[in-house]
């Protein structure tokens, strides 16, 4: 049993320590703590009582703690419901639920920060600045505000001392899971140090909105040449790490559909549109918005340039990358999905994937085989691309593979899109849009430019290689001739191939040994046969065989007995 209170840097945050202990005991979900330190929920439980949350669903109770938990854990309840080969699709659509409204900062403090981070009275940098927000969220709020030359933007500023505050909760996450990890077992197969450690980059990388502000350009640039696809235009000098000045959308959210209606959109046309921007941004550009979700997809009116009426994508500060070896790799995934072929599927997810110890991978193909014959033959308006990846995602968590942090926001990405999409037009389907791209991406792999970039690129590494080798080799030989250099040999049930293979050279070499005594006559004879190299061929041909039908069989020697434990 641990005492919590003894890790020095837990020791450090044992006030917030101790009220997130609270709160997970009064939703129930206390007992995980309890089997590290039982002694210290004890004292914090004891003044819970009655006060204890147990209705609802597990999954329900988490969003719920986290929620009162405050900006860390509603950040982490998000990035936790984009690894559903983690969580699984029942909690990662509850956390995906999580809202993150907090109460808005005073006036005077918003104006405080505006002004220390823009260097000048908001009077100077803004025409008009309204003092109430428009929407307060976990990391920062948004205030409409007009610039000297008349523009309407909208000002998002973070709220102050938020950076402590998560680092304080980092570091009770960060311990947490390395002492789950190292004293729970059955916490180990889903990593949560590298969960945390990933969240970690997310969060800060999020708190800096110097990082959305060039995310909004690179989407802007990508997309200069489509009026129907637009981005907030962000104002680099009244913009810092804690502000962040960009365009005001005047649009209607897709999860207002009776205002979209009332407004003369077309729900079918606007579903197609704003799903091709999507699978545009990750067949074509490789970077893709990371959280497509109703309230962040608006409606903007019709123009002259765009008289169907354009979409808006608010909140760019989540992406996700795909390099061209992983493009590909996605390329050949949709049209696996689509040939409903498991083989291809199976080994796509163990060449991306981490894959733990004793995987079985037939049973993972096999199960992924059964799910796709479900769906063989079923109309295309009947298949649900959501619910297929929900169940592939479901499948990779219980065998315990861990995908890659931009692939498995690509697949809640698919699942969003499709969302999105039967929210306004209950008709959509995703499936229609990405044989098109499945179509695209055979044709990419076939055109000469697209050869010519790779071979360029092959030739590159192994130039690198060539001109990088004389000074590795080097550094090894000093290394060697300091004795610096130690081999370690780890394999994974080599075994029965070693004893097949030391087998093999004994009944060769009593063979050959039988032969040379049977061909130079050597007694004991009987009949002019020399009876030891006779008795040797029979005994060394009766092993031979016994080992080549061992080989054919199971390739062992013999069978082996069932590991202890």
């Given at each position: 049993m641990i005492n919590l209170t003894d890790?020095?840097?837990?020791?450090?945050?044992?006030?917030?320590?101790?009220?997130?202990?609270?709160?997970l005991v009064k939703y129930g979900l206390g007992d995980v703590i309890a089997r590290l330190d039982s002694r210290f929920v004890r004292r914090l439980a004891s003044g819970i009582g009655l006060g204890r949350v147990s209705v609802g669903t597990r999954e329900a109770r988490i969003r719920l703690a986290f929620t009162e938990l405050g900006t860390t854990f509603i950040k982490f309840g998000q990035v936790l419901s984009t690894r559903r080969d983690l969580i699984g699709p029942a909690l990662g659509n509850e956390?995906?639920?999580?809202?993150?409204?907090?109460?808005?900062?005073?006036?005077?403090?918003?104006?405080?920060?505006?002004?220390?981070?823009?260097?000048?009275?908001?009077?100077?940098?803004?025409?008009?600045?309204?003092p109430e927000p428009l929407a307060s969220a976990s990391i920062g709020q948004v205030h409409r505000a007009t610039l000297p030359d008349g523009r309407r933007v909208a000002v998002k500023v973070q709220h102050p001392d938020i950076l402590r505050r998560v680092n304080d909760d980092l570091?009770?996450?960060?311990?947490?899971?390395?002492?789950?990890?190292?004293?729970?077992?059955?916490?180990?197969?889903?990593?949560?140090?590298a969960v945390v450690a990933e969240f970690e980059r997310v969060l800060l990388r999020e708190?800096?909105?110097?990082?959305?502000?060039?995310?909004l350009q690179l989407f802007r640039q990508a997309f200069r040449d489509d009026p129907s696809v637009r981005f907030p235009e962000p104002h680099p000098h009244l913009s810092t790490g804690r502000v962040l000045t960009m365009e005001l959308f005047d649009g209607i959210p897709f999860n207002t559909p009776d205002a979209i209606r009332s407004a003369g959109g077309d729900f079918g046309d606007l579903a197609r549109r704003g799903a091709r921007a999507f699978l545009d941004m990750i067949f074509r550009d490789g970077f893709f918005h990371a959280d497509?979700?109703?309230?962040?997809?608006?409606?903007?009116?019709?123009?002259?340039?765009?008289?169907?009426?354009?979409?808006?994508?608010?909140?760019?500060?989540?992406?996700?990358?795909i390099d061209d070896r992983m493009r590909e790799q996605i390329d050949r995934g949709v049209g696996a999905v689509l040939r409903k072929d498991s083989t291809t599927i199976t080994e796509i997810v163990v060449q991306v994937g981490d894959v733990p110890p004793r995987f079985e991978e037939a049973a993972l193909e096999g199960e992924i085989a059964e799910q796709l014959a479900f769906y063989h033959g079923m109309p295309l308006e009947q298949f649900q691309l959501g619910a297929a990846l929900n169940e592939l995602t479901d499948a990779i968590r219980r065998y315990h593979v861990m995908l890659p942090s931009p692939l498995?926001?690509?697949?809640?990405?698919?699942?969003?899109?499709?969302?999105?999409?039967?929210?306004?037009?209950?008709?959509?389907?995703?499936?229609?849009?990405?044989?098109?791209?499945s179509r695209k991406g055979v044709l990419k792999k076939l055109s000469p430019k697209r050869a010519l970039r790779r071979l360029l690129g092959t030739l590159a590494d192994w130039d690198d290689l060539v001109r990088a080798l004389p000074r590795q080799l080097g550094s090894v030989l000093?290394?060697?001739?300091?004795?610096?250099?130690?081999?370690?040999?780890?394999?994974?049930?080599?075994?029965?191939?070693?004893?097949?293979?030391v087998f093999g050279l004994m009944v060769s070499a009593l063979f050959v040994g039988s032969a040379m005594m049977w061909a130079q006559k050597a007694p004991p004879l009987w009949h002019d046969i020399s009876i030891f190299g006779a008795l040797g061929c029979f005994v060394s041909t009766a092993l031979g065989y016994h080992l080549f039908r061992a080989i054919q069989h199971s390739g062992r020697l013999e069978e082996d007995r069932d590991p202890p434990g």
């Open positions: 890790i020095p840097r837990l020791a450090r945050s044992a006030g917030r320590l101790a009220e997130i202990t609270r709160t956390l995906a639920l999580l809202q993150s409204r907090v109460p808005a900062d005073p006036f005077a403090v918003t104006r405080a920060t505006v002004e220390a981070e823009l260097g000048g009275p908001l009077e100077a940098l803004f025409k008009a600045f309204e570091v009770i996450l960060g311990e947490l899971a390395s002492l789950a990890e190292q004293y729970l077992p059955e916490f180990r197969a889903y990593r949560p140090v708190l800096d909105f110097r990082r959305e502000l060039r995310h497509p979700h109703p309230g962040n997809v608006l409606f903007l009116p019709p123009t002259p340039e765009c008289p169907a009426g354009a979409i808006g994508l608010l909140d760019a500060g989540m992406v996700g990358r498995a926001l690509l697949l809640r990405v698919l699942v969003m899109l499709e969302g999105t999409g039967r929210l306004l037009a209950p008709d959509f389907n995703l499936v229609e849009l990405l044989e098109g791209y000093r290394m060697l001739q300091r004795q610096e250099m130690v081999v370690q040999l780890n394999h994974r049930h080599l075994e029965p191939s070693v004893n097949r293979l």
